[in-house]
C-alpha cells in the first residue's frame, strides 16, 4: 500500500492522518497542545514542546497502524495561521511561539488603526492589521524585547517551523504567508517596503524563500526520521494555512457555496478568481492552493473554543450530553444571551465575553444553548459580509468540531436562513495537508484533480421557517447587547 501523511497543527490539538490515494482516511491520532499565558492576553506555545508532540502522534500513527515509513510517500502539514514561531541565528527557537490569539499588540494595533496605517497598506496587502498579524507581533517585540528581536535569525508561522524540523531546510508557505502584512499580494513576493512602513525594516533578511503548497520543499532528515519512524529522504510539502485546507476538502470551486469553520476561530470564506476593489468594506485575501485564485475570509477567535472554556469550568467531557439538554429546550426561547468574546471579539478591539439575562431560573442547559446561539451569532457578522462579496451563495458549508452537532447546525441554518451542507470530512486540516502531499508527489496533477476524486458526500440541513421569527429577534437583540458593550468601551478610552 502507498500512504501520504498529514500533519494538523491547530489552536488546541495536533493531528496525524493516513490517507490511501483515494482520501480514504486509514487512521488518525491526536494529542492536546498546551496554550501558555503568562500574562492575560498573551497565547503562546513552546516549540520545542509542539516539535516532540509532533513527531510522537507520528510514530504512534504509523506504529498502531503498522505502516512502514517506506509506505508514506509524502508528507504535509496544516496549520492555524498568522501568529509568530522565531528561530535565532543559529537555527534554535527563540523564546516561546506565539499565536495568532495572542493580544499583547493591541496598544500597537490601535495606535496604528488612528494613523490609518491599515488603509495604506490594504490596497498592497489585501489584509486587516490584528493583533496576531507576524508583523504587530514584530513590532512589540522591537519595542519591547529589543535583545530578543536582535537575535532573530528567521521569521516563521507554525507549518512552517514543523516544516523545519522535519527536514532541516527553511522556507514560508505562500498560502499562509501572503497573509502576514509582509506579502505583495498583486504582485506576489515578500515586499520590503512594507516591512519598512510599519517600523521593522531590519526583519527582511530573516523572511525565508516562499514555497507553493504543493512543491516539495525538503526531504526527511536522519534525526526526525529516527523520531517520527518516517524513511529519510521523504519528501514534505510547502503545505496549507488551515482555512485553505477546510475550503478544499468542503469541496469550494466556484462562488455558489461559502465554507464556515467552527473551531478556535469563526472563519467564513469563499473561492475567486479575481481581486475586487471594495468600496465599502476591506474584504481580506488570501493566496489560494491553486495559482491564480485567491481566498476570501472573514475571521475573528470567537468560536467553539468558547464551548471548549465552559465545559472545562464545568467538567462536563459528553458531547451528545450537552446536545441532549440544547435539543429539549424551545428554540430561540430564552432570554439569555452569551458574547463570544473570550479569545477575542469581531466587534471592536478589547471587548469581552460574558452572558446577559442571566436569572436564577435558568440551568446548564440554558447556559450551553447561549453559547451555540452566540457563537453563530457572532459567525452570522463574517457571514453577512462576505454575502455581499458572494451574492450568489446560495449554501453554506459547515466544517469543524460542532458541525458533528445535528443540533447544533440546524440551529445555524435556522437561524442564518441558508441550507447548511456538511462535508462528511472527519479530519479536513489532516485530509487537505494529506492532499497537497499527493499533489506535490505526482498523484494528481493539481488540487482541483485531487479535491474531485475525493469529493465527500454531504449531509444537508434545511433552515425551519416555525422559528425563523424567534430567531431573528433573538440575533437583534444580540446585536443591541453588542452596540450597548461597544459605547461602554468607547467610554473606558
Request: include cysteine; charge should be neutral.
Amino acid at each position: 500500500m502507498e500512504y501520504w501523511l498529514g500533519l494538523d497543527c491547530g489552536g488546541t490539538f495536533i493531528k496525524a492522518g493516513l490517507y490511501d490515494r483515494h482520501g480514504n482516511e486509514c487512521g488518525i491520532v491526536r494529542r492536546g497542545l498546551e496554550i501558555i499565558a503568562p500574562q492575560p492576553g498573551w497565547a503562546e506555545r513552546d516549540m520545542s514542546a509542539l516539535w516532540h508532540t509532533a513527531a510522537d502522534v507520528i510514530r504512534e500513527l504509523l506504529t498502531t497502524r503498522r505502516v512502514a515509513g517506506a509506505a508514506i510517500q509524502a508528507v504535509g502539514i496544516s496549520a492555524q495561521g498568522k501568529g509568530l514561531f522565531l528561530l535565532d541565528k543559529q537555527g534554535q527557537p527563540l523564546g516561546n511561539g506565539i499565536l495568532s490569539s495572542d493580544q499583547r499588540a493591541l496598544a500597537l494595533v490601535r495606535e496604528w488603526q488612528q494613523q490609518g496605517i491599515p488603509q495604506a497598506l490594504y490596497p498592497l496587502t489585501r489584509q486587516t492589521l490584528w493583533t496576531g498579524h507576524p508583523v504587530s507581533l514584530l513590532r512589540w517585540i522591537k519595542q519591547h524585547q529589543p535583545a530578543r528581536y536582535a537575535q532573530i535569525g528567521t521569521v516563521q508561522m507554525a507549518h512552517d517551523y514543523l516544516r523545519y524540523c522535519l527536514t532541516g531546510e527553511l522556507a514560508c508557505e505562500e498560502t499562509n504567508s501572503s497573509e502576514s502584512n509582509l506579502y505583495h499580494m498583486t504582485r506576489g513576493g515578500w515586499d520590503p517596503l512594507l516591512a519598512q512602513q510599519l517600523g521593522i525594516g531590519e526583519i527582511v533578511p530573516a523572511l525565508p524563500p516562499l514555497i507553493g503548497s504543493a512543491e516539495v520543499a525538503g526531504r526527511i532528515h536522519p534525526a526526525a526520521a529516527a523520531l517520527t519512524g518516517l524513511q529519510v529522504g521523504t519528501p514534505v510539502v510547502g503545505g496549507l494555512f488551515d482555512v485553505v485546507s477546510t475550503a478544499l476538502c468542503a469541496g469550494l470551486d466556484d462562488e455558489t457555496r461559502l465554507n464556515a469553520v467552527m473551531g478556535t476561530w469563526s472563519v467564513t470564506s469563499g473561492i475567486t478568481d479575481r481581486l475586487c476593489d471594495d468600496p465599502d468594506y476591506p474584504f481580506v485575501y488570501g493566496r489560494y492552493a491553486e495559482p491564480g485564485r485567491w481566498i476570501v475570509h472573514e475571521a475573528s477567535p470567537t468560536s467553539a473554543a468558547n464551548l471548549e472554556w465552559f465545559c472545562q469550568q464545568w467538567g462536563l467531557r459528553d458531547y451528545a450530553q450537552l446536545n441532549a439538554w440544547v435539543a429539549a429546550l424551545p428554540r430561540a426561547a430564552s432570554s439569555l444571551l452569551f458574547v463570544p468574546f473570550l479569545y477575542g471579539s469581531n466587534a471592536g478591539l478589547g471587548l469581552h465575553a460574558g452572558f446577559f439575562g442571566l436569572q436564577a431560573c435558568h440551568q446548564r442547559a440554558h447556559l450551553v444553548q447561549a453559547i451555540y446561539e452566540g457563537v453563530i451569532f457572532s459567525h452570522l457578522t463574517h457571514l453577512h459580509r462576505m454575502r455581499q462579496r458572494f451574492p450568489q451563495a446560495t449554501a453554506l458549508r459547515i466544517t469543524g468540531g460542532p458541525a458533528h452537532s445535528r443540533v447544533w447546525m440546524q440551529m445555524f441554518a435556522d437561524i442564518s436562513g441558508l441550507p447548511v451542507e456538511l462535508p462528511q470530512v472527519e479530519e479536513t486540516g489532516c485530509l487537505g495537508a494529506a492532499m497537497a502531499a499527493m499533489v506535490g508527489s505526482g498523484a494528481y496533477t493539481h488540487f482541483a484533480a485531487a479535491q474531485r476524486a475525493m469529493a465527500s458526500r454531504l449531509i444537508r440541513l434545511t433552515p425551519d421557517a416555525d422559528v425563523a421569527v424567534p430567531c431573528r429577534k433573538k440575533y437583534q437583540r444580540y446585536q443591541s447587547l453588542i452596540a450597548v458593550l461597544q459605547a461602554l468601551q468607547s467610554e473606558e478610552e
